[in-house]
């Protein structure tokens, strides 16, 4: 069983930065390839930052492309999604997720390719 606690998200203002975190209480968490997703109100989940669980190979939707890096630090069971240069449609519940999948180099984008999720946390960015 995989348990993650998102945190870090926050009110900030247009062009303000967050570093969220991801804690995962797991046996062998660097097994995991890991995820960020998130949600602004009446929309659907949308996939953000990827890493996998080994090489650190990582991925990005476009619409974050430039501003956010995700990293992990496997000794303390963390990721990371350091947000740059937020705007206001960057306004959403942030989702940690993680999964056991494929090989070490990989990542993974869509939500049905992880089994294990975090509550979220809220990031809202006003203008």
């Known amino acids: 069983q995989v348990q993650l606690t998102e945190s870090g998200g926050q009110s900030v203002q247009t062009g303000g930065s967050l570093n969220l975190s991801c804690v995962g209480i797991a046996p062998l968490f660097g097994s995991y390839a890991m995820g960020w997703f998130r949600q602004a109100p009446g929309k659907g989940r949308e996939f953000v930052a990827a890493?996998?669980?080994?090489?650190?190979?990582?991925g990005y939707g476009d619409s974050v492309k430039g501003r956010f890096t995700i990293s992990r630090d496997n000794a303390k069971n963390t990721v990371y999604l350091q947000m740059n240069n937020l705007v206001p449609e960057d306004t959403a519940a942030y989702y940690c997720?993680?999964?056991?999948?494929?090989?070490?180099?990989?990542?993974?984008?869509?939500?049905?390719?992880?089994?294990?999720w975090g509550q979220g946390t809220q990031v809202t960015v006003s203008s």
């Open positions: 890493i996998s669980r080994a090489i650190g190979a990582t």
């Open positions: 997720a993680a999964t056991r999948r494929g090989g070490g180099g990989f990542y993974y984008t869509r939500e049905d390719e992880y089994e294990h």
